[in-house]
Structure formats: structure tokens, C-alpha cells
């Protein structure tokens, strides 16, 4: 088990001080300005080979020269029909090595459950790619999926696994038709919080769904694993009633859920508010602050959600398992985290672990949960580098079981 000190200049950092002190001098829109029918697609337009790129058009500022795209493309949902999704990839400069470049796929943590909370449409959203210099600059192909039902139309089934996966999976896909990448066939994941749980969903069927590609390394931040424990133990707490709020709205939307027996009636102004408002920047979360008060004070209906219909079997059927053994997996985990908490993330890398999958775990002292992205970054990518370039991983699991 390694420890590894907070970076206080991290590039989420920076990001938040620079959004933090324009906001002191005027409104700040985080949205960038972009064609909403970008997004859209007709129905049979999505009929065709997952990874296939439907539209495609050239964004700025990506870092150290790299050129990036905003993509549609064609993918599945989790009962093997044909969608739409939206997403982003960073291609370096220079010339790409013989087998291709590599590719890593970023999954993002939670930025909303509605359409225009798509990263994709963000304007700060080379920043919030952790890491994404460090792999642009080692010449990485970095691609960011951003999940059914975010930019494209929704409703986006928030923290469905199977849903996050394919999206990631036919993220790496899709970047290998794009001609100028020059993608090769490895890649690696990185996610963190709801992307640590689509990482980690994704390892789980990479071999079967995407077998033509090749997967040396999945790595986590402070991952969404147990979700029972998530909803039920973060109840009290302003950022576990946040997570509720968007997962019960999220799964009303998507399997057609009433909620006036589990919501009280007086707290279904407040779930409307959080699950319209994005997460991109510290503006963001000072307003979502405000939104969740009321819940406070009212909210469930039921003393545990995690006990009732449907949305029990829809939290276990979300949880990952175990991955292939031949799929090392570096996972980092804050100790001052109150959302995700340190003994829920030990407690699934104990279970990968007895599976026979070798595990990197660092502990990030006095890291919280918004922070573990960050903080995890540089070593995360200098772990993917290290399964790039064929060294054997490193095992963590003989000083945790």
C-alpha cells in the first residue's frame, strides 16, 4: 500500500481558482456554444456498427498543440439497441509509433443526469480531463465518452453500468476511425467516481463485447462500487443527497418509476432542481448547495431505499464484480472521503484481490472525494505507462487481504 500526498497545485485546482476569481469580476457561462443538432440523430442514422462515427467536428484548446474533436457515435444500450453518443478526443502531435498510438479512455464523474450537462459541451472541459496533459504529452490518445442521454438526448441512465461500458468501449472504437489518430488496438481506462464505476464495468466486458481491442490496465479514483452503501450510509449527508436525488430521478426517467411513494411531496421541488443543475466548476456546486437545503429538512418517504422495489435489484445489478484476472487495476482512494468512503473501496479491492486480480492501491492522505481525481492522476498515468510498456504490475494484494 503506497501513500501519496495531495498536489495542491493540481490542475483542478487551477481550474477552480481562475473559474473562482472570474466569477468576482462577472457572470461566468460554462457552457460552450454548440449546435445542439449536433447531438441529435435520427433513429435509423444509429443503425450500424457500434464504435462508427455518426458526426464529427474539430474543437480548441486542447493542450500542448494536440487536436481535438467532438464526436457522435454509434453505439448500444445495455439491451442491444442501437443509440447515439456523444464525446471528445484529444489526438497529440508528432508522429505516431508503427503499432499505433495508444488510447485512454477518461470516464468522468458525475456532471449531471440531463442532456446539456454533457462534458462535451463544457467550456472548461480540457480541464477537467485529469491528466490530460501528462498523457498528451507521453503521446496518448485520450477519448472521453460522455454516456448515453448527456448531450445526446436522455434521459441518461446515471450510474447504470452496462450503459457507462459500452459507451466507453465504442469510445475506443470510435477513435480508431478517425483517420488522422492513428489509434492503435491498446488501450486503458481511467475514471473516477462514476467513472471509476463505468472503468470498472467496461473491464468487466471488454473481452466480450469489444474482443478486437486490447485492455492492459484499468485505473480508479475513489470509484462508485457499492451502491447500496452509497445511498444508504451518505443519507444524512449533503453530497449523499445529492447522489439519491439524481439516481432516483435518473431511474424514474429511464424505467418509467413513480416516486411519490418513496419521495416526499414536499421534497420533489428540490430533486427537480439538483437533477437540472450540471456539475462543472466550484460555481456549480455553490448552487447545488443551495438546491439540496431543503431536503434537510424532508426527503425519502421510506427509513432505507436500499430495501425497496424496485430500486434494491436496480442497486445490486449496478455494483461491479469481479474483473479478468489478467486485467490489473490501480485504484486510488482519499481517506478523508465522506462519499465515497475509504472502507467500501477497500472492501471491493478485497474482492478483487481473492478473485486473482493484481491491484495497485494508494491511499491519498486528507484527499476528499472531489479532490481524488486530481490527486491521483500523475501516479495513475505513470501506472497506465508502466502497463504500456509491458512491465509486470505492481500487486498490492499481499498487505491488504
Not at 200 to 219: C, M, N, R, S
Not at 237 to 265: C, K, Y
Amino acid at each position: 500500500m503506497r501513500l501519496c500526498k495531495p498536489k495542491l497545485l493540481s490542475s483542478v485546482l487551477k481550474f477552480a481558482l481562475i473559474t473562482m476569481v472570474a466569477s468576482t469580476l462577472e457572470p461566468v457561462t460554462l457552457v460552450a456554444h454548440v449546435d445542439p443538432a449536433f447531438y441529435q440523430a435520427a433513429p435509423e442514422a444509429m443503425i450500424g456498427t457500434p464504435g462508427s462515427i455518426m458526426r464529427i467536428e474539430p474543437m480548441r484548446g486542447a493542450p500542448l498543440g494536440a487536436s481535438a474533436y467532438r464526436l457522435l457515435y454509434r453505439s448500444t444500450d445495455s439491451s442491444n439497441n442501437p443509440i447515439a453518443v456523444s464525446g471528445v478526443v484529444v489526438i497529440p502531435t508528432g508522429t505516431p509509433p508503427k503499432e499505433g498510438r495508444p488510447i485512454v479512455a477518461w470516464a468522468h464523474p458525475t456532471s449531471g443526469v440531463v442532456p446539456r450537462c454533457a462534458p462535451s459541451q463544457a467550456r472548461f472541459v480540457f480541464q477537467t480531463m485529469m491528466g490530460l496533459r501528462d498523457m498528451v504529452r507521453r503521446g496518448y490518445i485520450v477519448v472521453a465518452t460522455d454516456y448515453p442521454g448527456l448531450g445526446t438526448p436522455g434521459p441518461h441512465p446515471y450510474l447504470m453500468g452496462n450503459s457507462e461500458a459500452r459507451a466507453v468501449l465504442d469510445a475506443v472504437r470510435a477513435v480508431r476511425n478517425v483517420p488522422q489518430a492513428s489509434a492503435g488496438d491498446r488501450y486503458a481506462i481511467w475514471g473516477h467516481s462514476q467513472g471509476g464505476q463505468a472503468a470498472l464495468f467496461a473491464g468487466a466486458l471488454a473481452k466480450t463485447y469489444a474482443p478486437e481491442l486490447q485492455l492492459v490496465g484499468i485505473a480508479v479514483a475513489a470509484p462508485a462500487t457499492d451502491l447500496q452503501t452509497l445511498l444508504r450510509d451518505d443519507a444524512d449527508t449533503d453530497g449523499g443527497r445529492n447522489i439519491t436525488a439524481m439516481t432516483l430521478w435518473s431511474w424514474s426517467q429511464l424505467f418509467h418509476l413513480p416516486l411519490d411513494n418513496v419521495i416526499e411531496p414536499g421534497a420533489m421541488p428540490a430533486v427537480n432542481a439538483l437533477s437540472n443543475e450540471c456539475i462543472e466548476s466550484p460555481i456549480d456546486m455553490l448552487e447545488r448547495s443551495r438546491s439540496q437545503r431543503p431536503l434537510r429538512q424532508q426527503f425519502l418517504r421510506v427509513d432505507d431505499i436500499t430495501q425497496v422495489e424496485p430500486w434494491r435489484s436496480l442497486l445490486l445489478e449496478n455494483i461491479p464484480g469481479p474483473l479478468p484476472s489478467d486485467v490489473p487495476v490501480f485504484v486510488a482512494q482519499g481517506d478523508a472521503d465522506r462519499l465515497v468512503l475509504p472502507t467500501v473501496t477497500q472492501a471491493y479491492v478485497k474482492r478483487l484481490c481473492h478473485a486473482g486480480t493484481k491491484v495497485d492501491y494508494l491511499s491519498l492522505p486528507g484527499v476528499k472525494h472531489g479532490w481524488a481525481g486530481a490527486n491521483a492522476a500523475l501516479p495513475a498515468i505513470a501506472w497506465i505507462t508502466a502497463r504500456f510498456n509491458g512491465a509486470a504490475a505492481p500487486d498490492s494484494c499481499t498487505s491488504i487481504r
